[in-house]
């Protein structure tokens, strides 16, 4: 694979990323942390059913041989997807209640500054790459992020459609900021995998890209789970949780199926890419 078909193939996963997110605009009134835990629910069945069709091309040597080679590399990720998957949940209520460019301003700052740094040091930088030019990419991409969402926001206020979304409901406080950079902190969850545990040229003892989604994909619904049901139990809204499965709600499983395709699939088709430009340039790509 060349350089540019990865690049490229960057530029897609970014957009895949970017479109799921939309999706939380047409849940209603359903819990928006249980619109998350359906799309981790779908996450590993859609990963271990593309497992199922292309293990054969994509991890010759199989899967089971490359958890029994590096058991220890297989906990962190199950941990690391744990934590992503709970950092995301997160972000999703922080996201709901102050506005969908304030959050987004101060969690692709605190999550691209913080992959940029976690990757460069981790994964290695390819040769001729440099940490700096890495850094300031970085940058102009948050500004680019916040410069597309705002517009949209003052679009949407235009034409008389501005929503909860776009337009923070309350006045972010302190506390509030602080609690959103520890929650992109905790989405540095991935990228941390990824250096760590991904095989490339760096590095080359790891995991091959389906072997390390498919054992995200089962952390990330474990740490869904564990974060979902508490939650809605304490806020009273434990019994919607299995709502979307009664007559006329299917529409949010639907959802919840594409936003995983699109979350996770374009995880799978970043560790794919990354190891070819590199993944400390393809973290802050996919993040902003």
């Not at 990757?119 to 940490?131: D, E, H, I, Q």
């Not at 459609?161 to 959103?180: R, S, T």
Request: net charge positive.
């Amino acid at each position: 694979m060349t350089t540019t078909t990865a690049l490229l193939g960057m530029i897609l996963v970014t957009f895949m990323w970017g479109s799921w997110f939309q999706t939380i605009k047409h849940i209603g009134d359903y819990p928006i942390i249980g619109y998350t835990f359906w799309l981790y629910f779908f996450s590993p069945v859609t990963i271990w059913i593309a497992i199922l069709f292309l293990k054969n091309d994509m991890v010759p040597e199989g899967i089971g041989t490359e958890l029994l080679r590096y058991p220890d590399k297989a906990v962190l990720v199950l941990l690391c997807g744990m934590i992503f998957a709970v950092g995301m949940q997160l972000q999703m209520i922080y996201m709901q209640r102050l506005g969908m460019i304030l959050t987004t301003s101060i969690c692709a700052t605190s999550n691209v500054l913080g992959s940029t740094f976690i990757t460069s040091f981790l994964a290695g930088l390819p040769k001729g790459a440099s940490f700096v030019k890495i850094l300031i990419a970085s940058v102009l991409l948050i500004l680019a992020t916040i410069v597309c969402q705002t517009a949209g926001s003052q679009r949407n206020q235009d034409v008389g459609k501005g929503g909860e979304q776009d337009n923070p409901p309350v006045q972010a406080k302190l506390w509030d900021i602080l609690i959103l950079i520890g929650t992109s902190l905790m989405l540095t969850s991935f990228p941390l995998a990824m250096s760590l545990t991904l095989r490339s040229d760096l590095r080359p003892e790891g995991f091959s890209s389906l072997t390390l989604m498919g054992i995200l994909s089962v952390g990330a619904f474990l740490g869904a789970l564990a974060f979902t049901v508490p939650y809605l139990k304490k806020n009273g809204t434990l019994h919607r949780l299995m709502e979307p499965w009664k007559k006329g709600r299917a529409k949010i499983l639907l959802l919840a199926l594409i936003s995983s395709i699109c979350h996770f699939g374009g995880n799978v088709l970043q560790s794919i890419f990354a190891p070819v430009i590199g993944v400390a340039i393809a973290s802050p790509m996919g993040v902003a």
